[in-house]
């Protein structure tokens, strides 16, 4: 390869043609890097709508936990790396006892959970010692305030996230589930007109998710086909506001939210009861009118078969629905198919982290139809978030 | 005159004398204490 | 061929100027920068003065717009995909013809310098390359605007509110780089010789001012979108322009875009002279270009090896502005694009020092140090094989699936990455050792302290590699993440350390060395594929490295003050983005080869119809290949 070569006559079009094969050859091996390595998306976080009325304590300690680590990317830094205090390695009611007690100390709380909340909302009241700015000598926190761009959180999301501080260590939760009033802070998605008819108000509030009602619904709790033969119409309206006071022999206590009361007009109720009170058995009396409220009016198979077997009693379904069990606005990149069929048909042999399990009606296989579980299936595939 | 082994000495008294200012002086700028004797510092 | 050697030894020690001539301007443009500020600042003043009474400045208080997904015209196609490729290759064309006038001032000096008309030619001969560039940037640029303005109306208003007259002045300065450009281009055989050459060096002087003064005011947009200052919380303007541009990212962006500029520019000339060398049909050009793709490779390399620290710097600044938008970066998502940049920082060291050790078969003298080459590339590979598996052996099967299913993955470990950090350190220095060998390769020292030099340069290197080890292992590994942060800034000086050193003491040990003979074009055919490799490697990374710079916002077009509802929002995969970038690629590559052939063209002239049977026919399409 010495001065022999310089001699030769090259053609340009070869030279040119292995430079550019060669890069070519370069440029897919790069390529190939990245196409080996986890392929993931990052979502913008999607304004979560929580169903005011459905909430309890643990779907809304979960939906905090779901902040931490979604939303609120919180984890980012407080995890065991040592960027941030290890929140998650912590007993924060205690540390934040602790806090209150130190002498650098310039807040105004009084308890842990307002020291919660305002370490959140102004993170620089209390530096912890070693996690100050670099230079500030811990005055200066590095955290952003929670309630600003760009985390954002609402006032609710704050208080579950505070909820899911105390709960995650076995402390009592003492924030206030959000009232109906400060619904303000998240736009509702509840319809704004009250519901038209029985079937409406049903569906909306998801009973049949548990309750065998006119024909069709879960085994979770009692069935409500005869109830007027069990119960007085007074008893009835008990049962809804309250519905631990008194449980039917054979189901458990605790399961049935306690909070339809707030929810539903007086109006709603009264129908409701009126409704329970005097139904009779209507085996053949099929309630196929779905409502326009809930589901969108699209004919679509699958929405009507979540209005007609109360899905969002429990799940998050396209932006509205209950926290009891776990959102199914992004279940399609969480399972597959296969998995989203076998839940819905078997529900509690493999339960979603953070949920319990015995929750779901495990019958709800034999209440739908082929078409209606192929539908629901497909349609819950597609469901990969925002 | 100076030995081979004398240069190579002080080329390295030199060298390890720098950079030992250089990492106390670095540290310190950020307000950190430099452990040599490999206690963790937290 | 001896003088070539002086003349690259005069090239080096130039581009070390500009790039300290960088550093400095990027440190003192505040102090020009408050004045030009504190013009605009009353020009405005005199007309609210006059004009607008105090409730319409009160008014004027208008906060960021919030579009929601229906403010975002659709046309079927990603807007997302559209910007982003248009905008990659308006800077990749920017980046070029702003390195290019850079190296062409320095080679036409050196011409002057030297009386020797090669320089001036091939100084001539780049601006041919730049010009068409030029126009290809300002297309591009056009397209860019033009995409934006249609696709991202909301946005586009805001920041026209925001930078408001800057825009214009923007504008402005395009028209007289332009100009300064033609007259520069045009007038090179005008003003030639004596007094009129040095009015042609000011003209490219000027050329460069202006070219920097574009870069600047463009990248203050992109700064202010990662990190808005002169704003207040809901975006409206609070301050004047100038506190607007001097967000805290800009010094940091344009320090490392001026050196990744020079690297880009060099390298894309290095696979022009390289692919010349290649298709050389005598030995004399062949020599020639060898020279050339050496010199290039070497202003490439050398603005590469402290691209990393500006990259510290950029880095720790965006740490101390948002440590969220730092961990998102470096801990979050976006930590894998990590890997390929080590992939492709890999590509380019092993390419570099490659074509170094191949080109030490030029020189007789090399002889003494071809034993160290293969301890050099052990190094090399074990380092670059740190730097680029432990990531992937972190992660599990289930720890994918995780991971897959969260919205916001975090991957622990890798946000601070201690073994990496030695890993990368090492590279550095032994690239540079195989720099200082290629160097020193046909010389011979005749100072009397050659003993003691030559001894104090390797207890540098030998105390500065275990200092390196020693940070890394003990601080990484054994303290919390403050003292990791801190002892990187110890690895870090020492390689720089290492790297001054070896220059200030080469320069006074070879001071009247006696040269030993060496000769250009005796080199492999493989060793200028390493020069394709190079530009290559670095348009990829530059796109990489723009898509996190760009991509650490998340869902925000203005961070913290302007949120991004489009249906693009979302952070793509990886794959995606890697294909993207490979499309960007692939396009400049075209664009470079029409670039010249043009270039080609315009040398060549066809012979008139009474003399072609006169002329051998391969001479009868241009002299140049």
């Known amino acids: ?386 | 005159m100076t030995t081979n082994l004398q240069i190579w000495l002080a080329a390295f008294t030199i060298a390890f004398l720098y950079f030992y200012g250089l990492d106390h002086f670095i540290m310190s700028m950020q307000g950190l204490p430099i452990n040599m004797d490999f206690t963790p510092a937290q | ?625």
């Open chain 3, 1 to 625: 061929m001896k003088e070539s050697r002086y003349y690259s030894r005069l090239i080096w020690s130039m581009l070390l100027l500009i790039t300290a001539a960088g550093f400095f301007w990027s440190g003192t443009i505040s102090i020009t920068g408050e004045w030009f500020s504190g013009a605009v600042a009353s020009v405005e003043k005199v007309s609210t003065d006059t004009v607008v009474t105090e409730e319409d400045a009160e008014l004027k208080l208008v906060p960021a717009p919030r579009p929601t997904r229906a403010d975002y015209p659709d046309i079927g196609v990603s807007s997302r995909s559209i910007v982003w490729v248009v905008a990659q290759m308006h800077l990749f064309f920017g980046a070029l013809v702003l390195a290019v006038p850079l190296f062409v001032l320095v080679i036409e000096l050196l011409g002057v310098y030297t009386g020797d008309s090669r320089y001036d030619d091939m100084a001539h001969e780049f601006m041919k390359i730049s010009i068409t560039a030029y126009s290809i940037t300002a297309l591009f640029g056009g397209t860019l605007a033009l995409a934006l303005f249609l696709l991202y109306p909301d946005l586009m208003t805001y920041l026209m509110r925001v930078f408001g007259a800057q825009m214009m002045v923007y504008a402005i300065l395009f028209f007289l780089e332009s100009m300064v450009l033609y007259i520069y281009y045009y007038g090179w055989d005008a003003l030639r010789y004596g007094n009129a050459k040095w009015v042609h060096l000011s003209l490219g002087l000027l050329l460069n001012a202006v070219g920097a003064t574009l870069m600047v005011t463009a990248n203050s947009w992109a700064t202010f979108m990662m990190a808005p200052s002169g704003v207040n919380e809901v975006g409206a303007v609070i301050g004047n322009i100038w506190e607007v541009m001097k967000g805290p990212l800009w010094n940091p962006i344009n320090l490392h875009r001026f050196i990744a500029n020079i690297a880009f520019g060099g390298a894309v000339v290095g696979a022009y002279a390289a692919y010349k060398c290649l298709a050389a049909r005598t030995a004399e050009a062949r020599a020639h270009y060898d020279w050339m793709g050496y010199t290039s490779n070497f202003i490439a390399i050398l603005a590469f090896l402290p691209l990393p620290f500006a990259g510290y710097w950029l880095m720790a600044e965006i740490y101390a502005y948002s440590q969220q938008m730092g961990i998102t970066a470096m801990g979050g998502i976006l930590a894998w694009l990590f890997i390929i940049q080590a992939v492709l920082i890999g590509t380019i060291l092993l390419a570099g020092n490659y074509y170094l050790w191949s080109g030490m078969s030029r020189t007789e003298g090399s002889k003494r140090y071809q034993g160290f080459i293969k301890y050099i590339a052990m190094v090399l590979v074990i380092c670059f094989l740190i730097w680029v598996t432990p990531n992937t052996l972190i992660l599990t099967s289930g720890e994918i699936a995780a991971l897959g299913g969260s919205k916001h993955p975090l991957l622990g470990a890798l946000g601070i990455m201690p073994a990496k950090n030695i890993a990368v350190n090492l590279m550095l220095i032994f690239t540079f050792m195989s720099f200082q060998i290629y160097r020193r390769s046909d010389k011979v020292a005749t100072v009397s302290w050659e003993k003691a030099g030559n001894a104090l340069m390797v207890a540098i290197y030998v105390v500065a590699i275990v200092n390196i080890i020693f940070a890394g292992v003990y601080y990484g590994y054994f303290t919390n993440t403050v003292y990791k942060v801190g002892s990187s800034v110890m690895q870090v000086v020492s390689t720089l350390t290492v790297i001054i050193s070896g220059v200030v003491l080469d320069a006074f040990l070879y001071r009247g060395a006696k040269t030993l003979p060496s000769h250009w074009g005796q080199v492999s055919n493989r060793a200028q594929y390493a020069l394709f490799a190079l530009p290559i490697a670095f348009t990829w990374l530059m796109a990489l490295m723009g898509y996190v710079r760009s991509s650490v916002r998340t869902h925000w077009h203005v961070y913290t003050v302007m949120k991004d509802t489009s249906p693009d929002n979302f952070i793509p995969t990886i794959g995606y983005a890697g294909n993207m970038m490979t499309i960007v690629t692939v396009m400049f590559v075209l664009f470079v080869l029409f670039i010249f052939w043009i270039a080609n063209l315009s040398g060549s002239k066809q012979l008139p119809p009474y003399a072609i049977n006169k002329v051998p026919a391969t001479e009868r399409v241009g002299g140049a290949a």
């Open chain 1, 1 to 386: 390869m010495k001065a022999k070569q310089t001699n030769d006559v090259k053609s340009g079009g070869n030279v040119l043609a292995k430079s550019m094969i060669f890069s070519l050859g370069l440029v897919l091996l790069f390529t190939l890097t990245t196409n080996l390595l986890p392929q993931m998306e990052g979502e913008a976080p999607v304004e979560q709508e929580v169903d005011l009325g459905s909430l309890t304590i643990e779907s809304f300690v979960a939906l905090g936990e779901s902040l931490f680590t979604g939303k609120g990317t919180c984890s980012l830094c407080h995890n065991d790396l040592g960027r941030a205090p290890d929140i998650l390695g912590f007993n924060m009611v205690e540390i934040a006892i602790e806090h209150l007690n130190d002498e650098r100390y310039k807040g105004n709380a009084t308890d842990a959970e307002s020291y919660l909340h305002e370490s959140l909302v102004d993170p620089g009241i209390y530096v912890v010692k070693g996690f100050g700015k670099k230079g500030s000598n811990d005055t200066i926190s590095p955290m952003p305030a929670i309630h600003k761009p760009p985390v954002e959180l609402s006032d609710i999301e704050i208080n579950a996230v505070i909820a899911y501080l105390q709960a995650k260590d076995g402390n009592d939760v003492t924030v206030s589930l959000p009232a109906k009033v400060s619904a303000t802070a998240v736009p509702s998605v509840e319809p704004t007109t009250p519901a038209g008819t029985v079937e409406e108000i049903i569906t909306r509030y998801g009973c049949r998710a548990c309750h065998k009602i006119a024909g069709s619904g879960g085994e979770l709790g009692p069935g409500l086909e005869q109830v007027d033969t069990r119960l007085s119409p007074g008893k009835i309206r008990q049962s809804i506001i309250d519905p631990d006071v008194e449980i039917t022999e054979g189901f458990s206590a605790g399961i049935m939210p306690g909070n339809f009361a707030e929810q539903m007009r007086v109006k709603e109720l009264e129908m409701l009861v009126t409704f329970l009170a005097g139904t009779e058995v209507a085996g053949s009396e099929k309630p196929v009118k779905t409502s326009s409220t809930n589901a969108r009016v699209t004919g679509n198979e699958a929405e009507k078969a979540i209005a007609q077997f109360g899905c969002q009693a429990c799940h998050i379904i396209s932006g509205s629905g209950g926290k009891l069990g776990p959102s199914l606005e992004n279940v399609g990149a969480r399972l597959d198919v296969d998995q989203i069929r076998q839940s819905i048909i078997e529900p509690n042999v493999v339960i979603t982290e953070g949920f319990p399990s015995g929750v779901m009606p495990p019958n709800f296989a034999e209440q739908m139809s082929d078409a209606q579980l192929d539908a629901l299936v497909n349609f819950l595939a597609e469901q990969k978030g925002g």
